[in-house]
């Protein structure tokens, strides 16, 4: 790493503001507990983790922004890094727009990370932080696919099984997590121009034309979206804790 990489800050915005329907009844997803600490906080120190960031902006369901922010004051950061709370919008998109808008002036790198996955390994950030520095201005991590992916239509009648379209080259597919980081004028200008419904922030560069690379995703930076992922989350825990007591 140069000296003058070294000088460009670096922050993490985290939306943690969707209320995981998905999951089932209970608190929004990323006050859940792991291992009986809030999913969210396990973001927040996976990020942390990294010495590259120094400030992490949480996007809090608007109604417990300020619940969130007492959380985070009770867990402790490395010293190295600020933290801030942030009320969250409608949907993702929203969300994270509000947490770059408040990004002080001097970050020049921005990753956006999804609370919904906690147990992100240190390498992983590093890896994405690194090809920012490099001069790629927009970056995922990245997964090839386990199974064989399908286009289908709709069912002819409700209900009924859905017709197969096409099968795609699974061999040039690659499944994208988080982290993401972007040059931070790059993510703004997004932020700012695309209003069409996006999932992750790197499609939205994609639209401006901008150009996006992956490098290699791990697959413990899985999204904790369904019942099965909380107890996978658990497994995962637990054995790093009884490995190296995490
Ligand atoms: O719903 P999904 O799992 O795609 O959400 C990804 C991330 O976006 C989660 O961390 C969730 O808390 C966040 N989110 C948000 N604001 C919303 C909806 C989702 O911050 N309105």
Request: proline share 9%; charged share 20%; no cysteine.
């Amino acid at each position: 790493m140069s000296d003058e990489s070294r000088a460009v800050r670096t922050a993490v915005v985290i939306p943690a503001a969707g209320r995981g329907v998905r999951l089932g009844p209970g608190a929004p997803k990323a006050l859940r507990t792991l291992g009986g600490t809030p999913m969210l906080i396990h973001a927040v120190r996976a990020m942390a983790a990294s010495r590259a960031v120094s400030l992490v902006v949480v996007v809090a369901p608007a109604d417990d922004a300020v619940a969130v922010k007492h959380l985070l004051d009770e867990h402790a950061l490395p010293e190295r890094t600020d933290y801030l709370v942030v009320p969250g919008g409608e949907n993702r998109q929203d969300s994270v727009r509000a947490g770059v808008e408040a990004l002080p002036p001097d970050i020049g790198i921005v990753l956006v990370h999804d609370a919904a996955r906690p147990l992100v390994p240190v390498d992983t950030v590093d890896a994405v932080v690194q090809a920012v520095r490099d001069g790629a201005p927009a970056v995922v991590p990245a997964l090839p696919l386990a199974d064989t992916v399908k286009e289908v239509a709709p069912p002819v009648e409700a209900g009924g099984p859905e017709p197969v379209v096409a099968t795609l080259a699974r061999g040039a597919l690659r499944a994208v997590q988080t982290p993401q980081g972007f040059e931070r004028d790059l993510l703004a200008r997004a932020h700012a121009s695309v209003t069409a419904e996006v999932t992750d922030d790197a499609s939205m560069v994609e639209q401006l034309g901008g150009a996006v690379v992956a490098v290699p995703g791990h697959p413990e930076a899985f999204k904790v979206t369904r019942p099965l992922d909380l107890v996978l989350a658990e497994a995962v825990l637990a054995r790093r804790r009884a490995n190296d007591g995490f």
